[in-house]
């Protein structure tokens, strides 16, 4: 016989000049899955000759079972008595019933809304803004921060922790993580803020880098599909000039004359351009290796 079995059996020792609390213990051992409450103890207690007080009676049954059982009390209320391990298993169904079930609900809403924002994978924006951020982020997660703080109310650091889930979800960057990864640069800090969700990967830059190199080519080769095109009775200004430019090199100190052009245009005017293309071709991987061909020609 364990030391557990010894203990208990000297206790019951103890209960056996009393056959109605024997009788008690008998019963509530019979079914250990059952919940009572200490009137209900005591009620079957004194139905059997007993007459010990129900505070007494309680007391009782807590030295005999020890740790086994457990006492639940509140002021002006009976006390609940039930076994540990039954107890476990109730409150593990509470917290499920009343903690879990919202919290998982709200997590598949905001997944499946992720997945149901749709951004072409083959295309990039050429220009971020609140409205393409938000367009990218959960509505459901984007209410849920709100309510956590106002600084977080449709705020930049709201529309990045949104942004941020989506990618994540998706296992794509999104618009905002890629012109954050652009505008970053430096490869070791992309590459950082990437391993922690924040941004694109460094690749996806340098994929972004040569497929605006390759479509600056095409636009080159096809002047039509040049922005500064499609303006409509806007201004246009340039200024050319020439300038002298010293270089330092291996071979000595080079001096050079050359004639520079600028071109400005109204952006305003570029904004509200009927049929502006806002994107540029994502490139593959295959292709990022194919060199880019760009020939201009020098008029003497």
Same mark, same amino acid.
């Given at each position: 016989?364990?030391?557990?079995?010894?203990?208990?059996?000297?206790?019951?020792?103890?209960?056996?000049?009393?056959?109605?609390?024997?009788a008690?213990?008998?019963?509530?051992?019979?079914?250990?899955?059952?919940?009572?409450?200490?009137?209900?103890?005591?009620?079957?207690?004194?139905?059997?000759?007993?007459?010990?007080?129900?505070?007494?009676?309680v007391?009782?049954?807590?030295?005999?079972?020890?740790?086994?059982?457990? @006492? +639940?009390?509140? &002021?002006?209320? /009976?006390?609940?008595?039930?076994?540990?391990?039954?107890?476990?298993?109730? !409150? %593990?169904?509470?917290?499920?019933?009343?903690?879990?079930?919202p919290?998982?609900?709200?997590?598949?809403?905001?997944?499946?809304?992720?997945?149901?924002i749709?951004?072409?994978?083959?295309?990039?924006?050429?220009?971020?803004?609140?409205?393409?951020?938000?367009?990218?982020?959960?509505?459901?997660?984007?209410?849920l921060?709100?309510?956590?703080?106002?600084?977080?109310?449709?705020?930049?650091?709201?529309?990045?922790i949104?942004?941020?889930?989506?990618?994540?979800?998706?296992?794509?960057?999104?618009?905002?993580?890629?012109?954050?990864?652009?505008?970053?640069?430096?490869?070791?800090?992309?590459?950082?803020?990437?391993?922690?969700?924040?941004?694109?990967?460094?690749?996806? @830059? +340098?994929?972004? &880098?040569?497929? /605006?190199?390759?479509?600056?080519?095409?636009e080159?080769?096809?002047?039509? !599909? %040049?922005?500064?095109?499609?303006?409509?009775?806007?201004?246009?200004?340039?200024?050319?000039?020439?300038?002298?430019?010293?270089?330092?090199?291996?071979?000595?100190?080079?001096?050079?004359?050359?004639?520079?052009?600028?071109?400005?245009?109204?952006?305003?005017?570029?904004?509200?351009?009927?049929?502006?293309?806002?994107?540029?071709?994502?490139?593959?991987?295959?292709?990022?290796?194919?060199?880019?061909?760009?020939?201009?020609?020098?008029?003497?």
């Amino acid at each position: 016989m364990g030391p557990r079995n010894v203990e208990f059996a000297a206790k019951r020792k103890t209960t056996t000049d009393d056959p109605s609390l024997q009788a008690t213990i008998r019963c509530m051992e019979n079914d250990k899955s059952k919940t009572w409450t200490s009137v209900e103890l005591h009620s079957f207690y004194t139905g059997n000759g007993g007459s010990l007080p129900r505070k007494t009676l309680v007391q009782k049954l807590s030295d005999v079972f020890g740790d086994e059982l457990l @006492v +639940l009390s509140s &002021k002006g209320l /009976a006390n609940i008595v039930i076994f540990r391990n039954k107890a476990s298993t109730l !409150l %593990r169904l509470d917290d499920l019933d009343e903690d879990a079930i919202p919290i998982e609900y709200t997590a598949k809403q905001i997944v499946s809304e992720c997945k149901k924002i749709h951004y072409n994978k083959d295309k990039y924006n050429i220009r971020i803004d609140r409205k393409l951020a938000a367009e990218q982020s959960s509505a459901t997660l984007s209410k849920l921060l709100s309510c956590m703080s106002e600084k977080l109310s449709n705020t930049l650091p709201a529309l990045l922790i949104c942004n941020m889930v989506t990618g994540l979800v998706k296992n794509k960057p999104t618009s905002l993580q890629i012109a954050l990864g652009i505008e970053t640069r430096e490869k070791a800090c992309i590459q950082n803020l990437y391993d922690f969700g924040v941004k694109c990967s460094y690749d996806e @830059v +340098l994929r972004f &880098k040569t497929s /605006a190199a390759v479509s600056t080519v095409a636009e080159e080769q096809n002047p039509s !599909l %040049r922005p500064i095109t499609d303006a409509n009775e806007c201004l246009i200004q340039a200024v050319a000039d020439n300038f002298d430019a010293n270089v330092s090199s291996q071979n000595g100190l080079k001096s050079t004359h050359a004639l520079a052009l600028l071109l400005t245009q109204n952006k305003r005017t570029l904004d509200i351009t009927p049929g502006y293309n806002r994107t540029i071709d994502r490139i593959s991987r295959d292709a990022m290796k194919t060199p880019i061909k760009s020939y201009v020609k020098i008029q003497h």
